[in-house]
């Protein structure tokens, strides 16, 4: 693939927006295998936590999956803390962020406000509120980011339980990664529109 030739986008031609497009397809194609690579990084790093974040990730997929969820509740569980190594105090908007073109609304509320919901089981250790998230218990994702931390995410610290390895969840989320962002996908156009 060629490249574009403006050196400002004001001087841009729909020919070099053609050329652009296709890197961008090719570049978001190729979205789940970035994403499965970053998720490695999470290996090793035990915060104090009696596993490390990679295993905690798979074994909240992994529970997801044993109770019956489907695969893109899979896939949230198994993506919901990738964010911890670059935002370690704002974590779950970055899994929020990377699946949102892809899932449910409510599921991205889900991941969005899991730090919170989660904090149900530990907020009273700092001195804070753990029934904070009964402010959101007529929001329509409730019930679902409760199920999502008290069945899953704050169980899945157990260095002896049977986790299944990342293998078994690449296929789930390449399918849903391959899913057009947002619904639609705008091409360039030979025109442009007025
Ligand atoms: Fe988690």
């Known amino acids: ?4 030739t403006f050196k400002r986008f ?22 789940s295998r970035r ?6 990084r999470l290996k090793g790093d035990n915060h104090g936590y009696p596993v490390d974040r990679f295993e905690h990730s798979l074994q909240t997929a992994t529970r997801a999956l044993r109770d019956g969820a489907d695969e893109e509740t899979v896939v949230c569980a198994l993506l919901h803390d990738i964010g911890d190594d670059l935002a370690p105090a704002n974590h779950a908007e970055i899994a929020a962020g990377i699946l949102e073109p892809f899932i449910d609304p409510l599921n991205t509320w889900m991941i969005r406000h899991h730090e919170l919901f989660q904090g149900y089981h530990y907020r009273h250790f700092y ?7 009964e402010r959101y218990r007529d929001h329509p994702a409730y019930a679902r980011t409760v199920r999502f931390c008290d069945d899953w995410d704050q169980r899945s610290f157990d260095p002896d339980y049977d986790t299944l390895p990342l ?6 989320v390449e399918r849903i990664m391959s899913r057009v962002p947002f619904g639609d996908a705008p ?3 030979d025109k442009e529109s007025a």
């Open 1 to 4: 693939m060629s490249q574009a």
């Open 10 to 31: 004001d001087e841009s031609r729909v020919e070099d927006w053609k050329i652009i497009d296709a890197h961008f397809q090719a570049y978001q194609n190729d979205a």
């Open 35 to 40: 994403v499965l690579e970053h998720l490695l």
């Open 127 to 133: 001195g804070l509120d753990p029934e904070a998230r």
């Open 167 to 172: 293998e078994h969840f690449v296929p789930m």
């Open 187 to 189: 091409t360039v156009q």
